[in-house]
Nanobody, 123 residues
């Protein structure tokens, strides 16, 4: 069973950058599709980005396209979300997720979740 632990969140000014990490434990991580979701206070959890097993493809939400980049290092069992040009509306708890299937933009498709890391962007 793969377990996920996020890190790298924090407080940053508008226009700044952060890199989130998601460390996975367990076997066969390279066979999992991975994703990042986020949830702002009072809002539903929303899709941010996803990457296929083996890194063969990725998708991004329109709101982050061109500013965020998802990547994975299967040797290190780690998924990253590099975030640039951050905006106050990016403020949320960011969650890493994984599933043993094709990548998906739907939260309900993911069976494994981390505990989340807070990202706060000040104006």
């Amino acid at each position: 069973q793969v377990q996920l632990v996020e890190s790298g969140g924090g407080l940053v000014q508008t226009g700044g950058s952060l890199r989130l990490s998601c460390a996975a434990s367990g076997r066969f991580f390279s066979m999992y599709a991975v994703a990042w979701f986020r949830q702002a206070p009072g809002k539903d959890r929303e899709f941010v980005s996803t990457m296929s097993a083996g890194g063969h493809g990725s998708d991004y939400a329109d709101a982050v396209k061109g500013r965020f980049t998802i990547s994975r290092d299967d040797d290190k069992h780690t998924v990253y979300l590099q975030m640039h040009l951050l905006r106050p509306e990016d403020t949320a708890v960011y969650y890493c997720a994984a599933r043993s299937g094709l990548r998906s933009t739907r939260a309900r498709d993911y069976e494994l979740w981390g505990q989340g890391t807070q990202v706060t962007v000040s104006s």
